[in-house]
């Protein structure tokens, strides 16, 4: 097993680092280290600072400049932080020539995704996946960052004429990650098999964001307890539930958030979950339309659907926590046919974006619900008619 990095038994106090690097504005820099922090957050670390420098590109030993560098050492030293967090992916030389400078722990975004979905899986599949992706994580950072792994063989034989300790380790880990591949090819058989035993149901799922209410909306909507809370990545293992409306059963999943800057080998280890978006026949592409960057945040989710192959299936885009909004956008002083006005320009704009699959609620508040419901149904029972034309038990 890989040695843990965020072993925490205390609240380890953390600072947050990040350039604004050419076609980078500083807002959208803001942006993502506000992302980082809630991250961190979820991890359970308390963010003391954050420290940003406007660069063309990283350096390639020590990411920041010497000066940035120097700064971030003596606040380290002089406030008793016990790790830095770096927004981007860093090489293993420049985690080591970093550690070395500041005398604490050093991980980067990466990092903090890969340990807070190892402290959240709960399934035999997705401890495998999240596994895998930390040793593919680790590969090619072997040789600056590596803290020995425990070693479970050994003996005459372990070791080939020569071969150096390094080179013994990256042996090691590429033996793990076959292992971990074939025992998850394994899983997934026996997850294909379970789905194809659910019959000629519809099958709906929900995709976005992570932490834009997804959960909530499966507990709202299938009348069942799946986990939801206020973090990111809350959920990692697809959840399916069969649902009925109006005598027309469907089948609805929930699957795990996405995010931007996301690690390609988790995207690749969990590809075997998504494959219930994959094989979906509506998706429920659910939006907060509260946060300040909602629309880049539909781009995200847009692209990795694209690399799914699933980008082109009928959608219902679903704005959640209009509550929110109207809450972070209109003043007490506002003028009531001023909010009439913003609120229908936000529809109409959207609703020619999507060709009208689009629907607004708040699931917190449970408001227009009900809208949503008959806009799924009237999705569901098209796509019933069109496969089981002859079976009208299905639609009516």
Wanted: charged share 30%.
């Amino acid at each position: 097993m890989i040695e843990k990095k965020l072993n925490r038994s205390k609240e380890e106090r953390a600072v947050l680092v990040g350039l604004i690097q050419k076609d980078q504005t500083d807002a959208q820099v803001q942006e993502y280290m506000d992302e980082l922090a809630f991250l961190a957050e979820t991890a359970g670390l308390d963010t003391v600072k954050r420290f940003v420098q406007k660069m063309q590109h990283p350096d390639s030993k020590t990411f920041v400049g010497k000066g940035k560098l120097e700064e971030i050492k003596n606040f380290v030293k002089s406030k008793g932080i016990d790790i830095a967090i770096f927004d981007d992916e860093l090489t293993g030389s420049q985690i080591s020539n970093i550690a070395d400078e500041l005398g604490i722990n050093v991980i980067d975004r990466s990092d903090l995704i890969l340990d807070i979905f190892a402290s959240r899986a709960r399934t035999a599949q997705a401890k495998v996946q999240v596994e895998l992706a930390q040793y593919q994580y680790i590969l090619p950072r072997l040789k600056g960052m590596w803290k020995h792994l425990e070693r479970q063989g050994g003996g005459i034989g372990s070791r080939g004429p020569g071969e150096t300790e390094i080179e013994t380790d990256r042996r090691i880990v590429k033996d793990k990650i076959s292992l971990l591949r074939k025992r998850l090819a394994e899983i997934d058989k026996q997850m294909f098999t379970q789905r194809k035993e659910r019959g000629e149901f519809i099958r709906v799922s929900l995709v976005g964001y992570t932490n834009v209410g997804k959960s909530t909306i499966m507990n709202l909507l299938s009348k069942s307890e799946v986990f939801a809370e206020n973090k990111l990545f809350a959920t990692l293992d697809t959840t399916t539930r069969k649902v009925v409306f109006d005598g027309t059963p469907f089948l609805l999943s929930d699957t795990v958030g996405f995010i931007r800057k996301l690690p390609h080998h988790l995207v690749e280890s969990f590809k075997s979950t998504l494959d219930e978006v994959r094989e979906a026949d509506i998706l429920l592409h659910v939006v907060d339309v509260s946060h300040q960057q909602y629309e880049e945040q539909i781009g995200v989710v847009n692209k990795t659907l694209q690399e799914l192959n699933t980008f082109e299936k009928p959608t219902l885009t679903i704005f959640n926590k209009m509550d929110l909004y109207e809450e972070k956008n209109f003043d007490a002083w506002l003028e009531p046919e001023v909010k009439v006005e913003i609120l229908r320009e936000l529809r109409e704009k959207w609703e020619g974006l999507t060709e009208g699959n689009c629907v607004f609620i708040s699931a917190k508040e449970r408001l227009n619900i009900d809208g949503l419901r008959a806009f799924m149904m009237d999705k569901v029972r098209k796509m019933y008619k069109i496969r089981y034309p002859y079976r009208s038990e299905f639609f009516y």
